[in-house]
């Protein structure tokens, strides 16, 4: 590890505040963290400089919800996973590197079938490879022929869920997935029905938390939104209050406010292909309208994409974090927020990421021009830096 450095000449927005920090236009790096932030010439000492121009630095972006095993431009869900072990750790390394480049310097794995992603994480914190640092879920716990299915997580009552979560654990994982409902991807599959019934899920939750184990849940209809929020899962992905009608028509002002009083994020997956949606007036005003409820009602929100899933790649969360404002109907500093602090927080790594503070890792992102009024400034950092190493 390279000695200490100080970024001088910095606009600073720590992850938090609606404002650059007052009165401190320095960051000094040490070992990978943040050991002070000031006036540059308190922190020069001992230092190699970096004059960063008068830019702004943030906190690395954080993509709550990945698939590094997934190919995003093959279509059919049942074609991909057919490389080589070799050529799919290879190709997820690739997808890694240019994560980090475009400024995720964290990102959660919620599935795969192959535990390739844990050998990958274990490697990128190693510093063998480039990467964000990554929490895995390993193979999702889902019903007989449900979700991603394929993934080999497959379950017919509780006992095998069980068995499935035991097996994940052994394998090393960071959190447990469930399909809490149907989803889109997989054939045969409905969005809208609930996989598994609320003691299935409750009993799920209970063994996790004995594991230490935090638990995210895929849900797009509102019964299985009602089940994980009653289980107490740490974040449910999605949310798409999915009913037989079709998307987002199911909202139920009840459950919305369980999940905010229960504390449980939700992780919309509004990625960069949900520029798609613009100018669909009708879907557009309901997704809003349900996100406006949902804030109303408390819950919060923080940022992911799905990333892997059809023409959804896995570097373009600061392409998603604008089309994410709209649709959530947030400002750029809420946003933010949900990228960093609260995406860290909710995912288990607010004492290690997510916010520009002594101790914290030096997770940092440099761009060019005023990223609180303007989140186009994402798409093209001048330089990224992970748990202090600087990757362009
Ligand atoms: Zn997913």
Redesign the pocket.
């Given at each position: 590890m390279s000695g200490p450095v100080t970024l001088t000449d910095v606009h600073i927005w720590n992850g938090v505040d609606a404002h650059y920090l007052d009165g401190a236009d320095a960051v000094r790096i040490e070992a990978g963290r943040i050991t002070a932030i000031g006036r540059a010439d308190a922190l020069r000492e001992g230092a190699i400089t970096h004059g960063c121009n008068g830019r702004t630095l943030l906190p690395g972006l954080i993509d709550a919800?990945v698939?590094l095993c997934l190919d995003p431009n093959i279509r059919a869900a049942l074609e991909q996973g057919r490389e080589t072990p070799e050529a799919l750790r290879a190709v997820m390394a690739e997808r890694c590197k240019a994560m980090v480049e475009a400024g995720i310097t964290t990102a959660r794995d919620?599935?795969g079938g192959t535990w390739d992603e844990l050998i990958i994480r274990d490697r990128i914190l190693a510093g063998e490879l480039p990467g964000p640092r990554l929490v895995c879920s390993g193979q999702p716990i889902t019903s007989v022929r449900g979700h991603c299915h394929f993934w080999g997580g497959e379950a017919n009552d509780l006992e095998e869920a069980l068995e499935v979560l035991e097996r994940q654990i052994a394998k090393g994982v960071d959190l447990i997935k469930v399909m809490a409902t149907g989803g889109n991807l997989t054939p045969g599959s409905t969005p809208a029905l609930a996989q598994f019934d609320e003691p299935t899920i409750i009993r799920i939750v209970e063994r996790s938390t004995a594991h230490g184990r935090h638990v995210a849940a895929?849900c797009h209809g509102t019964a299985g939104i009602r089940h994980a929020t009653a289980a107490g899962v740490t974040t449910i992905?999605h949310c798409s209050w999915v009913g037989t009608d079709g998307w987002g028509v199911d909202y139920d002002e009840e459950t919305a406010k369980q999940i905010g009083a229960r504390g449980i994020w939700v992780s919309p997956?509004i990625s960069a292909n949900w520029k798609r949606h613009l100018g669909r007036a009708e879907f557009e005003s309901r997704v809003r309208d349900n996100f406006r409820r949902m804030r109303e009602a408390g819950v919060k929100l923080i940022a992911s994409t799905?990333a892997?899933?059809p023409n959804v790649f896995h570097h373009q969360l600061p392409l998603a974090l604008p089309l994410f404002a709209h649709f959530a109907n947030l400002s750029p500093v809420e946003v933010l927020r949900a990228a960093t602090s609260d995406c860290a927080t909710a995912i288990g790594l607010g004492a290690r990421t997510g916010r520009i503070e002594p101790g914290l890792c030096a997770d940092l992102v440099l761009v060019e021009g005023d990223v609180l009024a303007d989140l186009d400034t994402l798409a093209k950092p001048v330089q990224v830096w992970a748990r202090g190493v600087p990757v362009l």
């Open positions: 919800h698939h919620l599935g895929h992905e997956t799905d892997g899933i």
